[in-house]
């Protein structure tokens, strides 16, 4: 068992072994995904696992060891809505203090036209960008960072977005209108 305490040239609490002094840190995790288009559609997955069962999100999630960011994204992409994708670009990297995690999400085209349900997926679609099911969306992030990319097609400028969701603790943390979005940069992309 650990206990809490700040160690010795430490600043914040870590969770500390009594019997040897070992100190386990507990740091952020990374999450991938991919933004797969055709035409004026999106990828989309029916998440057939918790947290949200059942909502939408683009193919994601956690990076494992041994892989590039790229690397992951396009295994996510593979799992989830088994599809072979070649990685384009980095989209955008949205920090969510709250959590421990940082999403980084890149823009990706498929290399065939196959795709489907992997087993984290209940069903795999392709949305337009008018028919997006906002309010099915499985997290604030994913909301987010849907919407910057639509900002970005309407106006014809190719950006990479950083920033962070601070949750403002109060309603919902599911719900992105309770976030600080104050801190989004985006950068323009030459042509």
Request: proline residues 5%; contains cysteine; charged residues 30%.
């Amino acid at each position: 068992m650990l206990v809490e305490q700040i160690p010795e040239d430490e600043d914040r609490l870590r969770g500390v072994c009594p019997q040897c002094g070992k100190i386990h840190y507990r740091n952020p995790k990374i999450v991938v995904g991919t933004l797969i288009e055709r035409d004026d559609q999106i990828l989309l997955c029916r998440r057939a696992i918790e947290p949200a069962l059942g909502l939408w999100t683009p193919p994601a999630g956690f990076l494992e060891m041994n892989e590039s960011l790229a690397e992951g994204a396009a295994r996510e992409t593979k799992e989830e809505a088994l599809a072979d994708v070649e990685i384009v670009r980095p989209f955008a990297r949205i920090d969510l203090t709250r959590i421990g995690q940082v999403h980084e999400m890149f823009l990706a085209r498929l290399n065939s036209t196959e795709v489907g349900a992997g087993v984290e997926s209940l069903e795999v679609r392709w949305f337009c960008w008018s028919e997006i099911p906002w309010s099915e969306l499985a997290f604030p992030v994913i909301d987010w960072i849907l919407r910057l990319r639509r900002a970005d097609l309407e106006s014809k400028q190719e950006q990479f977005h950083c920033g962070c969701l601070r949750w403002r603790d109060v309603g919902s943390p599911m719900c992105l209108d309770n976030y600080d979005l104050g801190e989004l940069q985006s950068l323009l992309l030459k042509g």
